[in-house]
């Protein structure tokens, strides 16, 4: 089993100015730029922690708290939050400064599922999380519970799933006209 590693040893910075190729329709950097710079860092982030390479096996969310202007240096800090056995929940924060007046704000948070890879390109053991601060702990266990309820959150829709297809054409139409699912 490899080596633990504080929470410290996967902190990870990176900073890219924001260029007019960058700009959506509205003039503020598309989505999927701020997307691709997050997919980076949480590379980064895990390869760094558990010593290669590593990829993306899911976003878990990405909350966009402000738009970004074209121009504006975006930093994105990222730390790995979780370990399972082969995968790391690793948490990417966005910020945004101008350039001209200084003023910052944290623009986005994404949580990265990442998977370590061995030679071969089969999941591979990474390091235990040493988690040395409350807030470490505390993001961890925020971190197992996240990766609990997606689990049981899927085995539920899997299980709604397959009463859709085995539904008759009325029973389908009641549920289209139901107000939740759920």
């Known amino acids: 089993m490899p080596e633990a590693k504080p929470v410290s040893s996967s902190r990870t910075e990176m900073s890219e100015i924001m260029q007019p190729n960058d700009a959506n329709f509205v003039n503020k950097v598309f ?23 590593a990829v993306t096996a899911s976003f878990d969310r990405v909350d966009f708290h402000e738009p970004i202007d074209v121009g504006a240096l975006v930093t994105l800090i990222g730390y790995v939050t979780y370990v399972g056995r082969t995968s790391l929940e ?9 350039l001209f007046t200084g003023e910052k704000k944290h623009t986005n948070t994404a949580r990265v599922t990442m998977v370590a890879l061995d ?3 089969k999941p591979r053991e990474v390091p235990r999380l040493v988690c040395e601060t409350r807030e470490e702990k505390i993001r961890f266990l925020e971190g197992r519970l996240r990766r609990e309820l997606r689990s049981k959150q899927r085995e539920e829709r899997e299980r709604i799933e397959v009463e859709f297809h085995s539904a008759s054409d009325e029973e389908l139409d009641k549920l289209m006209a139901a107000a939740s699912l759920v």
Request: hydrophobic letters at 40%; charged letters at 15%.
């Open 119 to 121: 030679e071969n390109l």
């Open 31 to 53: 989505g999927g730029t701020i997307l691709g710079l997050i997919d980076l860092c949480a590379y980064a982030t895990s390869s760094r922690f558990a010593g290669g390479l």
């Open 90 to 98: 690793t948490t990417i924060e966005v910020h945004a400064e101008n």
